[in-house]
Each structure stands twice: as C-alpha cells, then as structure tokens.
C-alpha cells in the first residue's frame, strides 16, 4: 500500500476533556500499531491532516485514542466530527520513547496542557511494567482547573506505590484546593536522584523552554531529558520540509529527542 494513502479508521467514542479539547477513540479498519511517543496524520476527506501522538495504551491493539485541541481549520472540524464518521489516518511514524532504557531508573516526567495526551501514552507503557522502574514523579501544569485533560484517570495515575503524581494550575477558582503557579513551581524538592534521573518534558514550547531550563538547573544531565518536539510536522515522511531542525527531520528522527542533541540549535523553541 502507497505510503500516501491513509488507511480507514471509525470513531467509536467522543469523550470531551474541555471546552476546547477533546478525546476521540478510533477502532481502525486495518490492524494498527505503535510505540509511545510516535504519531500519526489523520486527516478529515477531502479538507485536509494534521499530526497527533494517540494518546491511549499502546498495548491495546483493537482501539486507540487520540486528543484533539481546536486551535484551527483542520482541527475545528474534527471537533465537529461524530461517533460513526470514518476519517483518514497514516502512521504511526517517528521515535517513540526509548522505554527500555528507562528501565532501573528514576523518571521525572513534566507536562503542560495538552502535553499530557503524549504523556498519557507513555504513563499507560510505563505501568503496563511498573516494577521495572524505581520512581516515578509525574508534574502536571494546566492554565486553569477547567483546563485540566484527563480529570477522570487523575486518581488511577496515582495508584502505585513507587508513583508521585504532582498537579497545579496557572490560574485557581474558589474550587481549587491545589498548588497555584506554573508547572515549573512542582520541580522543588523532588525526591529522587537528580544526577541519575531521567527528565521528560512534553508540552507548549515556551513551557518545554523553561522545563528543561529548571531541570539543568536541578542538576539533571542534559543527555538525561527527554523531549517530545512535536513543531511544524506535516507530512511526516521528510519530504516536505517543514519540521526541519538543523539537521533533523522531526518527524522521521524524532519526534522525541535527547536535549543534548538539540541543545546548541538556536531555533528549538520557536
């Protein structure tokens, strides 16, 4: 099959996580697989495609999920599409996360916003083999308590006992009992082993930007965070161009990297 044509997949469920964000669960006509941290196109017929990393158990080959943010064309219509539409999809594509490597570790995971769809994937890999992994310290940062993603799984991601789940928001409400401040503000006295931990940020730029600032700063070594650069794909074969940085394509060598790659290219958080 051309790797040009997308593949059919039907959308069983609609879960709205926000106003502005949703959740859609796909069942794919063809069998379908992918490693946490790759993404896909999916595409709306005959209007046009945009790149996500499904969000859901990589484990589960029947389904998987994909969280969609309404930030233009492409994506207002997806908001629009119902349970029973079939749209296009063509992946998985890229480098997921080096799970293997993280085993006997201690991982710090940072995420903001819609961040934590990616994240989400990798949670669900990550306790699918739990005991191989010493801690696990997960910080979560949202604009407001209405912008938080996922407020029905909260409680399940802090179930086992060599997990630290961190939450807070930018701006509270008169309901909000939790920390106030930028996800940055959870990165205090982090109960682990700074030199030998693994960091892995996913996020808004500008919020990757000073993750990552404040983990070098912690103490973490560079060659030790994880990001996912997920900017300007569009094609996802690197034909097109769009996701070039320095001499990567994001969408074929990433799009998770190793900061220490990445660090001296001046144009990462653009």
């Known amino acids: 099959m051309s790797i040009y044509l997308p593949n059919k997949a039907t959308i069983t469920n609609i879960i709205e996580e926000t106003p502005t964000i949703k959740t859609f669960v796909f069942k794919p006509v063809d069998s379908f697989s992918f490693k946490t941290g790759q993404f896909i196109e999916l595409s709306y017929p005959g209007i046009g495609e945009a790149p ?106 802090k179930k086992p006992k060599n997990v630290e789940f961190r939450l807070t928001v930018d701006r509270a409400d008169n309901t909000w009992k939790g920390n106030v401040g930028i996800v940055t503000t959870l990165l205090e006295k982090l109960p682990l082993d700074i030199k030998q931990a693994t960091g892995i940020v996913c996020g808004p730029p500008i919020m990757m930007k000073f993750a990552s600032l404040k983990l070098l700063e912690l103490g973490f070594s560079p060659k030790n965070i994880h990001l996912s650069m997920e900017k300007n794909m569009s094609c996802g074969l690197g034909k097109c161009g769009h996701c070039r940085l320095g001499k990567y394509y994001i969408c074929k060598d990433g799009p998770v990297f190793i900061f220490d790659d990445i660090k001296d290219m001046w144009d990462i958080w653009d």
């Open 52 to 157: 996500f990393t499904p969000s859901s158990d990589p484990n589960n080959k029947k389904a998987f999920e994909v969280t969609i943010m309404k930030v233009g064309k492409v994506t207002e219509l997806f908001h629009k599409a119902k349970i029973g539409d079939c749209l296009g999809m063509r992946g998985p594509y890229g480098n997921g996360y080096p799970v293997d490597s993280f085993k006997n570790k201690e991982l710090l995971i940072v995420g903001g916003g819609v961040g934590l769809a990616p994240l989400r994937s990798l949670i669900y890999a990550l306790y699918n083999r739990i005991n191989d992994f010493k801690k696990i310290v997960i910080c979560y940062g949202a604009r407001s308590p209405q912008d938080i993603v996922y407020k029905y799984l909260l409680e399940e991601f």
